[in-house]
């Protein structure tokens, strides 16, 4: 039988995952759409007071109180969150202890009937929290949560691999392998190590700053590559003063290219802020490119360029003018004036970003967590501890995934004195 009365403020929580409910014993309210306003939001409540819940709050049209039952089929009712009017809404409950609220998707509306819920004697659970109780696999529950934030399929089709358990295969694989002492263990911790600046950019793009003295084209050259005017161009150079970013897809992979300042020595203090920031996202890129204005001369500052950024990849642009003099480093010879540019410099990006894309089913890491472990994991076996690399690989992917490895989620604790219900009739 299901208690009736709201839990004491102070009263212990009963261990979330003792059971096999996601929050065995627990009342939680957890918003699963998307925290922006929508058409249709939808709120769980979960726990022995969905009940009492319900006859508090689930109206009929004319005002009755309802009896909503477990079951398959999901009702229409207005939901008296103590507004002045009650929200329209359809109840969904699969089980005795669960109930999802379809509601209007609005912020306020969701953001009241939460509170409503609060009041109640259900605490605040995150949808990421949420995922880690529902998923009692954490590397599932990580690739869940990563699959929220991915802008391209590709990228999905990856952590897909992941959620049905390539990574997770891959790690007890190598663990196994490191007991026994095989030799092929470390080429299977190192290729999944080589995996992890991938794995990390799935849901978050590749950063590429686009480098270059004033006027070489670089705004152009964002604008060519990202399909639209994103940034000003000008004859006068000294154009561009703050980082201007555009998200694009190249190739399947998500990649935000960031024009800049052209680098001088700007006599302006406004420029000079712009070249400083400049340089500031050039340190923190995943891949520079160095932009040339091939119609002028090259020079000597040119060379300081090159020998400051050694990985860039070099655009030597406006090609369809005639060329200035003096000889060039090897690079890309485009203009951003020619549409047909744009596929080669792309082509030429994600070489330099994904030089070897994993192929379907592969394992790839894909959170800071996974990375560390599979780093410190090769740091044991190159410090000749087998043992110890696959114990730190196992505790990333427990052999039963059961989450005792989990740490509790800190649950708010309900906003206001839930009031009494009246007992069960
Ligand atoms: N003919 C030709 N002109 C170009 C090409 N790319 C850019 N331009 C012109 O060169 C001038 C400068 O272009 P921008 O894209 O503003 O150059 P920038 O490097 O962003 O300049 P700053 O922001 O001042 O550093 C503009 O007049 C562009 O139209 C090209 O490939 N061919
Ligand atoms: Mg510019």
Redesign the pocket.
């Known amino acids: 039988m299901q208690p009736d009365t709201l839990p004491k403020p102070d009263a212990p929580r009963p261990d979330p995952i003792a059971g096999e409910n996601t929050v065995a014993g627990e009342n939680t309210v957890t918003v699963l759409t998307a925290p922006s306003a929508g058409a249709i939001a939808v709120i769980r409540l979960e726990g022995p007071l969905v009940e009492a819940a319900l006859r508090r709050r689930a109206r009929s049209r004319s005002g009755k109180s309802l009896d909503v039952p477990p079951g398959p089929r999901p009702r229409l009712v207005r939901w008296d969150f103590g507004g002045p009017e009650p929200e329209e809404a359809v109840l969904y409950r699969p089980g005795e202890t669960l109930l999802e609220i379809h509601c209007h998707g609005g912020l306020r509306v969701v953001e009241r009937l939460v509170q409503a819920a609060a009041v109640d004697g259900f605490a605040r659970l995150s949808w990421q929290q949420w995922l880690q109780y529902e998923e009692r696999d954490p590397i599932a529950a990580a690739a869940r949560a990563a699959l929220a934030q991915v802008r391209t399929r590709r990228a999905a089709e990856i952590l897909l691999d992941q959620y049905h358990g390539a990574l997770r295969s891959a790690l007890a694989d190598i663990a196994a392998a490191l007991s026994r002492g095989d030799a092929a263990a470390a080429q299977g911790l190192r290729r999944l190590a080589s995996r992890i600046p991938l794995g990390l950019h799935l849901s978050r793009p590749w950063r590429v700053v686009i480098l ?10 964002i604008n060519a590559l990202a399909g639209y005017d994103r ?10 003063r703050d980082l201007v970013s555009a998200v694009i897809v190249a190739d399947g992979w998500p990649i935000e290219l960031i ?1 800049t ?2 680098l001088r020595q700007a006599a302006h203090p406004v420029e000079q802020l712009g070249v400083r920031k400049a340089e500031d996202a050039a340190r923190n890129a995943d891949l520079v490119i160095l ?1 040339f204005d091939r ?1 002028r001369p090259w020079r000597a500052g040119h060379d300081a360029l090159l020998r400051r950024y050694p990985q860039a990849l070099l655009l030597h ?5 005639a060329a200035g003099p003096g000889e060039r480093p090897p690079g890309l010879y ?5 549409p047909d540019d744009v596929p080669p410099i792309l082509d030429a990006l994600v070489r330099r970003l994904v030089p070897d894309p994993p192929p379907p089913g592969e394992a790839v890491p894909f959170t800071e967590d996974q990375a560390a472990a599979v780093k410190e994991a090769l740091d044991f076996l190159e410090r000749q501890n087998p043992q110890a690399a696959a114990a730190r690989l196992r505790r990333l992917a427990p052999a039963t995934p059961a989450p005792p490895a989990l740490a509790r989620p800190a649950l708010e604790p309900p906003a206001l004195e839930p009031p009494a219900l009246e007992p069960p009739a």
């Not at 642009?317 to 003018?321: F, G, P, T, V, Y």
């Open positions: 270059g003295p004033p006027n070489a084209g670089k705004s152009s050259l940034a000003l161009v000008h004859p006068v150079p000294g154009t561009t024009d300042a052209g932009v119609s642009n406006k090609c369809d003018l485009v203009s951003a004036h020619r």
